[in-house]
């Protein structure tokens, strides 16, 4: 089974930095696509920073110049490196990626989250 899984969370003062990652595991043939959201309490998903497959990337205006979304395909593996972190950032991150399975269709896919919390 396909899944994708972030780590790198956790709790940093404001000012600090944190990378992170999220690994696609089980029977890949591509991963592409990929991409990091945000969900704040009582807020909507919204996007943080994305990469195609030409290697484009889109960062949000509210973390432009402190996030940098990256990837390693043959790894399928792919990083948010956030700098300067503000408390606002503080959210469940998520990652997403348009994955092809070994036997099935290609589809979007979705990691469980991880949890960043910025202290001031």
């Known amino acids: 089974q396909v899944q994708l899984v972030e780590s790198g969370g956790g709790l940093v003062q404001a000012g600090g930095s944190l990378r992170l990652s999220c690994v696609g595991s089980?029977?890949?043939?591509?991963?592409?696509?990929m991409g990091w959201y945000r969900q704040a309490p009582g807020k909507e998903r919204e996007p943080v920073a994305t990469?195609?497959?030409?290697?484009?990337?889109n960062v949000a205006d509210a973390v432009r110049g402190r996030f940098a979304i990256s990837r390693d395909i043959a790894l399928n593996t792919f990083y948010l490196q956030m700098n300067s972190l503000k408390p606002e950032d503080t959210a469940v991150y998520y990652c997403?990626?348009?994955?092809?399975?070994?036997?099935?269709?290609?589809?979007?896919?979705w990691g469980r989250g991880t949890q960043v919390t910025v202290s001031s």
């Open positions: 089980g029977s890949i043939v591509y991963i592409s696509n």
């Open positions: 997403n990626a348009l994955i092809k399975p070994k036997y099935f269709q290609e589809n979007d896919y």
């Open positions: 990469i195609d497959r030409g290697g484009n990337t």
